[in-house]
């Protein structure tokens, strides 16, 4: 809440900061929407996977392959949303206009679609990010039956809380990922003269790549702010509190969704 409260009362950013990016989020769930299920429709199709029948394995594979082929392809939507979320408000400082606009600047910049579909500086994070995305969403259930042997029919409750651990270790294991993930988005690889790219944030210096990214938020950020701010130099903070932002507020949304779940349950029982 004290984020939103900043983010509001800032002279350059406002209410209607909190929406930005909105648009082009909606624009790629409803995409990733229609495409995720009807190309693994087509892959089950092509491998004689239906329903209740054939490979689980080979199901969860399709499933995987969908969600990361997809999710590549609809990866430059990613990076706009976190370009437009990212800079700066103000008519004067604002360099992205809209989705097409930031593609297209995007393109012209830093080296056209082949650099934001096939460079590993945002390819590999593309593929481990909808990789594990794919598993700990998708296949959640499936992995809960197998690992614990507990029935959702059966044992519903018991179930209940395997689901609340399963969503806890996602954001425990998905947090960072995403963390680095945004953060190399957020930041312009030009291969020619560049226009000066206002953010609403301050960048860090530029990131070579995922592993670089992931070690200098260890090293750098991974004490307090008080802590940082009273030694000069930022290198020597070691620790892993800079790669989970917002871990707290997941944590408790999980717990929500147990609770909920429960109260649910105990309306269905009354009828």
Sequence with gaps: LSVVRKLIGHPTEGALSV??????????????????PTLEGALNEALGVYDGSGDAVTGALTLVASVVAVGWALSPLELVRTRLVVQAASPIHRKYRGVIHTLRT????????????????????????????A???????????VITNVDAYEHPNMFA?????????????MLPIDTVRTRLQAQPRYTQKEVEF????????PYTGMANCLWRVVAEEGRGVKQMRE?????????????????????????????????????????
């Design 198 to 205: 206002r953010t609403c944030v301050p960048l860090a210096r």
């Design 19 to 36: 929406f930005k990016g909105a648009f082009t989020q909606w624009t790629y769930d409803m995409l990733h929407l229609l495409l995720q």
């Design 135 to 145: 598993v700990f969403r998708g296949l959640g259930a499936n992995a809960i039956n």
């Design 106 to 133: 995007v393109a012209r910049e830093e080296g056209g679609l082949r650099s934001l579909y096939f460079s590993p500086f945002h390819l590999i994070p593309t593929l481990v990010k909808h990789t594990l995305d």
């Design 161 to 173: 809380s395997c689901e609340l651990l399963w969503r806890t270790l996602s954001a425990v294991v």
């Design 231 to 271: 030694k000069a130099s930022n290198v020597g903070h070691y620790g892993l509190r800079g790669l989970y932002p917002g871990l707290s507020v997941q944590v408790m949304a999980n717990f929500l969704v147990f609770g909920l779940g429960f109260i649910g349950a105990d309306d269905d029982s009354a009828f």
